[in-house]
């Protein structure tokens, strides 16, 4: 855990300095453990904590290894529902299910199709092919119509799990097999804690949007690697 928490912590104080917010002492302990969140993308470090600590303990208790993963896709499911009825956001748990069953399934069929560069092509093709309509209903539905809320979000679970198939096709494929894709797959993690700091930046700079991505994404690289070089010499230390 200290390889999340540490980063995380280090990142809320970062944030707390940065913010500046006059705050009780104990609203400020609050922020910087991340208990109130004082930046709103990290309810997603909170889900991982809890998908991490029941991924040991169903990895501990039981032996069985198809046992292990029905109890733990139950379990997050179930965490799921949990944070649906007091967050209202639903499904945040099934990619962590899909990453389970990508972990643990036989993918020697889709590895031999990966191989095939027209069967790969087909695939990935397929996939943002149907990527691209969920989306795009999701979104008129969402922004248009007045369609019942789950019936909206049952659209934007099936529309956010074909977008994280896409990204492990193209990992599998791709980026996984280039020198950049590897680097910035070592300091994505440092990336995400930083980067609405870098979008923040570069928004009081710029209204052009295309500037504001393009120069966040840089600057948030150069954010991010240097963060990663100080937050793994303070966990080797700490681990000592």
């Given at each position: 855990m200290s390889s999340i928490l540490i980063p995380f912590w280090s990142a809320n104080i970062i944030y707390v300095i940065i913010k500046q917010k006059s705050s009780s002492?104990?609203?400020?302990?609050?922020?910087?453990?991340?208990?109130?969140?004082?930046?709103g993308h990290f309810w997603?470090?909170?889900s991982i904590i809890v998908f991490y600590v029941l991924f040991y303990m169903?990895?501990?208790?039981?032996?069985?290894?198809?046992k292990m993963i029905v109890i733990l896709i139950i379990l997050s499911v179930i965490y799921d529902i949990w944070w649906?009825?007091?967050?209202?956001i639903i499904g945040q748990s099934l990619p962590f299910v899909l990453g389970i069953i990508f972990a643990f399934a036989d993918l020697e069929l889709l590895e031999k199709k990966l191989n095939d560069a027209k069967q790969y092509l087909l695939i990935v093709f397929c996939a943002g092919g149907i990527f691209s309509f969920?989306?795009?209903?999701w979104s008129i539905l969402k922004w248009h119509i007045d369609f019942p809320v789950y019936f909206i979000s049952t659209i934007g679970i099936v529309c956010q799990n074909i977008f994280v198939i896409l990204v492990v096709l193209l990992a599998m494929k791709f980026i996984g097999n280039s020198i950049i894709g590897k680097y910035i797959g070592k300091v994505s993690y440092e990336i995400f804690l930083l980067h609405q700091i870098a979008i923040d930046i570069f928004k009081n700079l710029s209204q052009n949007i295309t500037v504001v991505i393009i120069?966040?994404?840089g600057l948030v690289i150069l954010l991010g690697s240097a963060f990663h070089w100080i937050m793994e010499k303070l966990i080797k230390r700490v681990n000592r």
């Open positions: 002492i104990l609203c400020l302990i609050e922020n910087i453990l991340g208990i109130k969140l004082i930046c997603y470090i909170q169903c990895a501990k208790i039981f032996k069985d290894k198809r649906q009825i007091n967050n209202k969920t989306f795009f209903t120069c966040s994404i």
